[in-house]
């Protein structure tokens, strides 16, 4: 019998929906994958969209040689699993450089980051890149569309984005243009949660909490992943009881104490902070206002 | 009001003590999209930082990133300025404005809401009309000082054009009127006025101050005259009809054929209406075809039966064709199919709609060629008057008959007794060179039945004729400025193939202009109509068999990609006569440019008019570097093949 659709159904569908268009509508897509909660949900859809078949498109992992171990196990499990090709892309230039968080700072995550996923996306030619940034996330993501393009150099023309009505997505781009495709644009954080609760997704271990070492640098916990880590004078990795919110360079994402192990408690946790999900990130910091704009113009996803 | 002392992000008791049973209740919540709208600085993204921030949506690193924002760029002196929550882009907050949507998300213990905001300068009406088209309710702002204005109707007019039911009026900033009732009366009998003329018969009207936070989530004490509910008790307890499309027929537009193997067949699609069980009877459109449901199949498992709103993969019992486009749909009760309309557009380009020029149209997921005829009339927003009009410019609303090249399957947007087909019934118009969504619109009916005319059938087809004179038939569309030497090398290359017996017909303004066209003029329009005749002429004559050489200024890329679209794959020859305009102009055979540098002759290309150049032709010729001879033989070389 016909009933009331849940909320989440009524997400998936829509991302389904917009999924299929894109592989229906242009040459050469691919998936950015991060292996955070969100690109988890992105990718699980893909494979709900298109299942029996496996998704017609490969996974992009941009790379920046500094995630947390557990990224990378999960990352290549997981391509395997849905049965899709994983392509892994490093910036040359930044490995010869050995541009790294600690004394780079911000051309850190320009050149491994920004460069690095245009190079790919140039090498490989696609035109299309699905991504899984929400709209609730950030001021400047909140208005963004669906369907967002980018110049042949990848940039982002906030005053000029095309309409987006109903759920007709126009494709049709110029050579040399390509569009990101955020499916999940409408999902909020604790959508994410519950449908991974729902749906039983496999997620980094790093968002449930354990004994964890870590070090405290300007106002974050940093996690001591890897022997990389320069330790400054007088500090010593302690033992503490921690989980992520967000992921991305170790060196670079603070942590949060805690005690949630599981799914429930995480949600219920993060349902009772006060502070919002990307306070974790460095990154968001070091420009200020409208920072995220700026990047995106740039091309940062 | 206004103080920042209040318990910031908001915790639900039950999120501590039960959260398994909080988030099962929180799935179960019903959803609400809407959309404040109104004119510019009316306070739409004032209030809608507001109802984030009483129903505690705000984050204490959002907050306090507010409060000095507020202070540096804010446009409340000291105090907060909550559409600083809202306007996210950079460009917003330098100018205190809204330009695009912004989506934002909050939830309350009865209801999750979706809410756009939306920009009230009317130069940014499609960004309105973007976040309108999937809206169940619209919050229309008025400034309690300045009453109705024009974009206070065009919002209006454009949020029950879209199938908006539920819309609130928000007279806003009561604070600035000393929360006067009888200024507050006096613009809802105003607007109640002219929204009876655009059919909305029933609205709630509430005074408020999205500013202070009078009547948003807290009953005000300054409006002791006002009894109604408050913004948000309203938006918490209207009724949406979320399944509306449940009671439907059953209808999918095909997204994608799932073909992993060839025992496996699926049509992959977003449900639009109805219900589907397998056995079901189905009909395939615009083919026609029927054939019964098979399987549901999804990721989860086989469903025994799926509805509006899912996305699902179907598999039928028969191998019959049916492909992205195609429209699965109840047998007894499919969409209709035509390739003429009436309909509703709205335009959302700099560049004004040219009749006549083709469009891709998106329809679901079909798109296909398309053009609009001169509109029947344009509204005018302020008096909904019925305006004559030759073409709609930006944010003109008007009603238009289109033509598509192919039927496509279809419904009315709104059907006679209300029901709305947005899937079946909303389109988009995409310029086919710019790429950019020019249009939206909304189909009213078909002009004709199309399903009765049907093509009389040749017994003898284009492939015998042509094989009885032995060539194949093509179009050499020549394009270049005027005096390029268009006519001259066309008349040479059908004087070679008639030597060698091929059976050609030059096409110029000559022959043309004198006759078929005589009728038409030098203005786009009318040149975009030359160019379309003359484009059909020669595909019949290639119908018939023949090599066309046809010789026309035809400046503009769209008409000749139009004509391109028209001939068969690998007929259409663009042959680019590349002169340039200071040797045309010397050469100035019949003293036209002459005329024309004079303003003797209006619209001359190259002139006063732009010659926008092939970027891809099959042939360039470039007369400053061979004579007309070697030209016309290179391009018989080509045509023949050799
Ligand atoms: N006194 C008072 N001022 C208000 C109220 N609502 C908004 N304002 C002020 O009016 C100005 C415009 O507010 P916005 O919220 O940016 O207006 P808007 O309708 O979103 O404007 P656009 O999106 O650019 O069309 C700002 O300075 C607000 O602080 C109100 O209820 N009372
Ligand atoms: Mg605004």
């Given at each position: 019998?016909?009933?009331?659709l849940t909320?989440?159904?009524?997400?998936?569908?829509e991302s389904i929906?917009?999924?299929r268009?894109v592989?229906a509508e242009?040459?050469?897509?691919?998936?950015?994958?991060?292996?955070?909660k969100?690109s988890?949900?992105m990718?699980h859809?893909?494979?709900?969209a298109f299942?029996p078949?496996?998704?017609p498109?490969p996974?992009?992992?941009v790379?920046?040689?500094?995630k947390f171990?557990?990224m990378y196990d999960?990352?290549?499990?997981?391509?395997k699993?849905a049965?899709?090709?994983?392509?892994?892309?490093?910036?040359e230039?930044?490995?010869?450089?050995?541009i790294?968080?600690?004394?780079h700072?911000?051309?850190?995550?320009?050149?491994w980051?920004t460069?690095?996923?245009?190079?790919?996306?140039?090498?490989?030619n696609?035109d299309?890149?699905f991504g899984?940034?929400?709209?609730d996330?950030?001021?400047?993501r909140a208005?963004?569309?669906?369907?967002?393009?980018?110049?042949?150099s990848h940039?982002?023309?906030?005053?000029?984005?095309r309409?987006e009505?109903?759920n007709?997505?126009?494709a049709k781009?110029a050579?040399?243009?390509?569009?990101r495709i955020?499916?999940?644009?409408?999902?909020?954080e604790?959508?994410?949660?519950q449908y991974?609760?729902?749906n039983k997704i496999e997620?980094?271990?790093l968002?449930?909490s354990?004994?964890r070492?870590v070090?405290?640098r300007?106002?974050l916990l940093i996690m001591v992943?890897?022997?990389r880590?320069?330790?400054?004078?007088?500090?010593v990795p302690e033992?503490?009881s921690?989980?992520f919110r967000?992921?991305?360079?170790y060196?670079?994402t603070?942590a949060v104490?805690s005690?949630?192990?599981?799914?429930?408690?995480?949600?219920?946790?993060?349902?009772l902070t006060?502070t919002?999900?990307r306070?974790?990130?460095?990154?968001d910091?070091?420009?200020?206002?409208?920072s995220?704009e700026?990047k995106?113009?740039?091309?940062?996803? | 009001?206004?103080?920042?002392?209040?318990?910031i992000?908001k915790?639900d008791?039950?999120?501590?003590e039960?959260?398994d049973k909080?988030?099962?209740?929180?799935?179960?919540?019903t959803?609400?999209?809407f959309?404040?709208?109104?004119?510019v600085d009316?306070?739409?993204?004032?209030?809608?930082?507001?109802?984030?921030?009483?129903s505690?949506m705000i984050?204490?690193d959002?907050?306090?990133?507010?409060?000095?924002d507020?202070?540096?760029?804010g446009t409340q002196?000291?105090?907060?300025?909550?559409?600083?929550?809202?306007?996210?882009?950079?460009a917003?907050?330098?100018?205190g404005?809204?330009i695009?949507v912004a989506?934002?998300?909050?939830?309350?213990e009865k209801?999750?809401?979706?809410?756009?905001?939306?920009?009230?300068?009317?130069?940014y009406?499609?960004?309105?009309?973007t976040?309108a088209s999937t809206?169940d309710?619209?919050?229309?702002?008025?400034d309690?000082?300045?009453g109705?204005?024009?974009q206070?109707r065009r919002h209006?007019?454009?949020?029950?054009?879209v199938?908006?039911?539920?819309?609130?009026?928000?007279v806003?900033?009561?604070d600035?009127v000393?929360?006067?009732q009888?200024?507050?009366?006096?613009?809802?009998?105003?607007?109640r006025e002219?929204?009876?003329q655009i059919?909305i018969?029933d609205?709630?009207?509430?005074?408020?101050s999205g500013?202070?936070?009078d009547?948003?989530?807290?009953?005000?004490?300054?409006t002791?005259?006002?009894d109604?509910?408050?913004?948000m008790e309203?938006l918490e307890?209207?009724?949406?009809?979320?399944d509306?499309?449940?009671?439907?027929p059953f209808r999918?537009?095909?997204?994608?054929?799932?073909?992993?193997n060839?025992?496996?067949?699926?049509?992959s699609g977003l449900?639009?209406?109805g219900?589907?069980?397998?056995?079901?009877a189905v009909?395939?459109?615009p083919?026609g075809?029927t054939?019964t449901v098979?399987?549901?199949v999804?990721f989860?498992g086989?469903l025994t039966e799926?509805?509006?709103g899912?996305s699902v993969t179907?598999?039928l019992d028969?191998?019959?064709?049916?492909s992205r486009g195609?429209?699965i749909?109840?047998a007894?009760?499919?969409p209709?199919?035509?390739d003429?309309f009436?309909?509703?557009v709205?335009?959302?380009?700099?560049?004004a709609?040219?009749?006549?020029?083709?469009?891709w149209?998106k329809?679901?997921?079909q798109?296909?060629?398309?053009?609009l005829q001169?509109?029947?009339?344009a509204v005018d927003?302020?008096?909904m008057e019925?305006l004559?009009?030759?073409?709609?410019d930006l944010?003109?609303i008007?009603?238009?008959?289109?033509?598509?090249d192919k039927?496509?399957?279809?419904?009315p947007?709104?059907?006679?007794?209300?029901?709305?087909?947005?899937?079946?019934?909303g389109?988009?118009?995409?310029?086919k060179i710019?790429?950019?969504t020019v249009?939206?619109?909304?189909?009213?009916?078909?002009?004709?039945?199309?399903?009765?005319?049907?093509w009389?059938a040749?017994?003898?087809t284009r492939?015998?004729?042509?094989?009885m004179?032995?060539?194949?038939?093509k179009v050499?569309?020549?394009?270049?400025l005027s005096?390029?030497?268009k006519?001259?090398?066309?008349n040479?290359?059908?004087?070679r193939?008639?030597?060698?017996?091929?059976?050609?017909?030059l096409?110029d303004?000559d022959?043309?202009?004198h006759g078929?066209?005589?009728d038409?003029?030098?203005?786009?329009?009318?040149r975009?109509?030359?160019?379309?005749?003359?484009g059909e002429v020669?595909r019949l004559?290639t119908d018939?068999?023949?090599?066309v050489v046809?010789?026309f200024?035809?400046?503009?890329?769209?008409e000749?990609?139009?004509?391109?679209?028209?001939c068969?794959?690998?007929e259409?020859v663009?042959?680019f006569?590349d002169?340039?305009l200071?040797v045309a102009e010397?050469?100035d055979?019949?003293?036209?440019?002459?005329k024309?540098?004079?303003?003797?002759?209006?619209?001359?290309?190259g002139?006063?008019s732009p010659?926008?150049v092939?970027?891809a032709p099959?042939?360039?010729?470039?007369?400053?570097k061979?004579?007309?001879?070697?030209a016309?033989?290179?391009i018989?070389e080509?045509?023949?093949?050799w």
């Amino acid at each position: 019998m016909a009933r009331a659709l849940t909320h989440l159904e009524r997400l998936e569908a829509e991302s389904i929906h917009i999924i299929r268009e894109v592989v229906a509508e242009t040459d050469n897509p691919v998936m950015l994958y991060s292996v955070g909660k969100d690109s988890a949900v992105m990718l699980h859809l893909a494979k709900k969209a298109f299942y029996p078949s496996p998704p017609p498109f490969p996974l992009l992992h941009v790379d920046t040689t500094w995630k947390f171990k557990a990224m990378y196990d999960l990352r290549d499990k997981a391509a395997k699993d849905a049965g899709m090709e994983l392509l892994v892309y490093q910036n040359e230039e930044a490995k010869e450089r050995g541009i790294n968080p600690f004394d780079h700072g911000p051309l850190h995550t320009d050149m491994w980051k920004t460069e690095g996923l245009k190079q790919a996306l140039n090498l490989y030619n696609f035109d299309a890149a699905f991504g899984g940034a929400r709209r609730d996330e950030e001021k400047s993501r909140a208005k963004e569309r669906v369907f967002s393009f980018r110049s042949a150099s990848h940039g982002w023309d906030p005053k000029n984005q095309r309409p987006e009505l109903w759920n007709l997505y126009n494709a049709k781009k110029a050579k040399g243009e390509s569009i990101r495709i955020f499916p999940i644009s409408n999902w909020t954080e604790l959508d994410i949660w519950q449908y991974i609760q729902l749906n039983k997704i496999e997620i980094v271990p790093l968002y449930f909490s354990a004994p964890r070492p870590v070090v405290e640098r300007d106002g974050l916990l940093i996690m001591v992943d890897d022997e990389r880590m320069p330790l400054k004078d007088g500090e010593v990795p302690e033992m503490r009881s921690i989980r992520f919110r967000t992921l991305g360079c170790y060196p670079l994402t603070g942590a949060v104490e805690s005690e949630a192990a599981t799914l429930s408690e995480v949600i219920q946790e993060m349902l009772l902070t006060t502070t919002s999900e990307r306070q974790g990130r460095a990154i968001d910091k070091d420009a200020g206002d409208g920072s995220m704009e700026k990047k995106k113009q740039e091309g940062y996803f | 009001m206004n103080d920042v002392q209040n318990p910031i992000y908001k915790t639900d008791a039950l999120i501590a003590e039960d959260i398994d049973k909080y988030l099962d209740a929180h799935q179960h919540k019903t959803m609400l999209r809407f959309i404040t709208c109104g004119s510019v600085d009316d306070g739409k993204s004032t209030l809608i930082g507001r109802l984030l921030y009483d129903s505690k949506m705000i984050f204490e690193d959002q907050l306090e990133a507010l409060q000095a924002d507020s202070k540096r760029v804010g446009t409340q002196g000291q105090e907060i300025d909550f559409a600083l929550l809202v306007d996210g882009l950079a460009a917003e907050r330098e100018q205190g404005i809204t330009i695009d949507v912004a989506y934002r998300f909050f939830t309350t213990e009865k209801r999750k809401f979706i809410v756009a905001d939306t920009p009230g300068h009317e130069q940014y009406t499609r960004n309105m009309v973007t976040g309108a088209s999937t809206a169940d309710l619209a919050v229309i702002l008025i400034d309690a000082r300045k009453g109705v204005l024009v974009q206070t109707r065009r919002h209006s007019y454009l949020a029950q054009l879209v199938g908006i039911r539920n819309i609130v009026l928000a007279v806003n900033k009561m604070d600035l009127v000393d929360y006067d009732q009888s200024a507050y009366l006096d613009i809802v009998q105003d607007y109640r006025e002219f929204a009876a003329q655009i059919g909305i018969t029933d609205f709630t009207a509430i005074p408020i101050s999205g500013f202070k936070g009078d009547n948003v989530t807290d009953r005000s004490a300054n409006t002791p005259w006002y009894d109604g509910p408050t913004l948000m008790e309203h938006l918490e307890s209207v009724e949406v009809s979320a399944d509306a499309d449940l009671a439907k027929p059953f209808r999918m537009p095909v997204q994608w054929v799932n073909r992993p193997n060839l025992d496996f067949r699926g049509f992959s699609g977003l449900i639009s209406g109805g219900t589907v069980k397998p056995g079901d009877a189905v009909r395939i459109v615009p083919s026609g075809k029927t054939s019964t449901v098979k399987s549901i199949v999804t990721f989860d498992g086989d469903l025994t039966e799926a509805q509006a709103g899912q996305s699902v993969t179907i598999t039928l019992d028969d191998e019959v064709d049916c492909s992205r486009g195609s429209v699965i749909a109840a047998a007894d009760s499919p969409p209709q199919v035509a390739d003429q309309f009436e309909a509703t557009v709205v335009w959302m380009a700099d560049e004004a709609l040219l009749p006549g020029r083709s469009y891709w149209l998106k329809l679901a997921t079909q798109t296909v060629s398309a053009s609009l005829q001169a509109p029947k009339y344009a509204v005018d927003v302020n008096t909904m008057e019925h305006l004559a009009a030759k073409t709609l410019d930006l944010n003109a609303i008007g009603v238009a008959e289109l033509v598509t090249d192919k039927p496509i399957a279809f419904l009315p947007y709104k059907d006679e007794d209300g029901t709305l087909n947005k899937t079946l019934g909303g389109f988009i118009l995409i310029d086919k060179i710019t790429n950019q969504t020019v249009g939206a619109g909304m189909l009213h009916f078909a002009l004709r039945r199309s399903q009765n005319v049907h093509w009389q059938a040749l017994d003898i087809t284009r492939e015998a004729r042509a094989g009885m004179k032995n060539q194949e038939p093509k179009v050499l569309w020549f394009t270049g400025l005027s005096g390029s030497g268009k006519s001259t090398i066309a008349n040479l290359v059908e004087k070679r193939l008639h030597r060698m017996n091929r059976h050609s017909f030059l096409l110029d303004g000559d022959n043309v202009r004198h006759g078929l066209n005589k009728d038409l003029g030098f203005t786009d329009t009318d040149r975009i109509e030359n160019i379309r005749r003359v484009g059909e002429v020669a595909r019949l004559m290639t119908d018939a068999g023949l090599i066309v050489v046809t010789a026309f200024i035809s400046p503009f890329r769209a008409e000749r990609e139009m004509v391109r679209q028209m001939c068969a794959e690998g007929e259409f020859v663009e042959v680019f006569i590349d002169t340039p305009l200071s040797v045309a102009e010397e050469r100035d055979v019949k003293g036209l440019y002459k005329k024309a540098r004079a303003g003797d002759l209006k619209n001359f290309t190259g002139i006063d008019s732009p010659y926008e150049v092939p970027e891809a032709p099959e042939l360039r010729i470039d007369t400053t570097k061979m004579t007309a001879e070697e030209a016309a033989d290179r391009i018989v070389e080509y045509v023949l093949g050799w």
